[in-house]
């Protein structure tokens, strides 16, 4: 379990409104990275699964990476807080299910890590640090750790 330092906090505040200022871009962004790393994955993706491509203006893959980025940023915040992760019951049942369903397995949760740390390092580009990578990751690392606990 890892707390965050005051100046982590604040790091992670100031890349998810770098990321926030041009969501339409950091979005295709994200996905790109997840299928260069997992071109299979591709299938789990109502939104890519039938294209060739990462489409630039789909509403819904604009939305999931939206959400994604938005739960690990609130990861962050709540591990200054309160030193631990917590998302209510009745949606991390929810997250928990369609994970199952699309067939996610611990790897790919490796890869959406992997492709939100290089997003957000694009997103904040001279401002990229250990410091800001080591936040990102324990906060999604705690979100994660919660979300396979429910799959279980």
């Given at each position: 379990?890892?707390?965050?330092?005051?100046?982590?906090?604040?790091?992670?505040?100031?890349?998810?409104?770098?990321?926030k200022q041009?969501?339409?871009?950091?979005s295709?962004?994200?996905?790109?990275?997840?299928?260069?790393?997992?071109?299979?994955?591709?299938g789990?993706?109502?939104?890519?699964?039938?294209?060739?491509?990462?489409?630039?203006?789909?509403?819904?893959?604009?939305?999931?990476?939206e959400?994604?980025?938005?739960?690990?940023?609130?990861?962050?915040?709540q591990?200054?807080?309160?030193?631990?992760?917590?998302?209510p019951?009745?949606t991390l049942?929810h997250l928990?299910s369609?994970?199952?369903?699309?067939?996610?397995?611990?790897?790919?949760?490796?890869?959406?890590?992997e492709?939100?740390?290089?997003t957000?390092?694009?997103?904040?580009g001279?401002?990229w640090?250990?410091?800001?990578?080591?936040?990102?990751?324990?906060a999604?690392?705690?979100?994660?750790?919660?979300?396979k606990?429910?799959m279980?």
């Amino acid at each position: 379990m890892g707390a965050l330092t005051e100046r982590q906090e604040a790091l992670v505040k100031g890349s998810w409104e770098a990321f926030k200022q041009n969501i339409p871009v950091h979005s295709v962004l994200f996905y790109t990275f997840i299928l260069e790393k997992a071109p299979a994955a591709k299938g789990m993706f109502s939104f890519l699964k039938d294209s060739a491509e990462v489409p630039k203006n789909d509403p819904k893959l604009k939305a999931h990476a939206e959400k994604v980025f938005e739960m690990t940023f609130d990861s962050a915040v709540q591990l200054r807080a309160k030193g631990a992760v917590v998302v209510p019951d009745a949606t991390l049942k929810h997250l928990a299910s369609v994970h199952i369903q699309k067939g996610v397995i611990d790897p790919h949760f490796l890869v959406v890590k992997e492709a939100l740390l290089k997003t957000i390092k694009e997103a904040v580009g001279d401002k990229w640090s250990d410091e800001l990578s080591n936040a990102w990751e324990v906060a999604y690392d705690e979100l994660a750790a919660a979300l396979k606990k429910a799959m279980t």
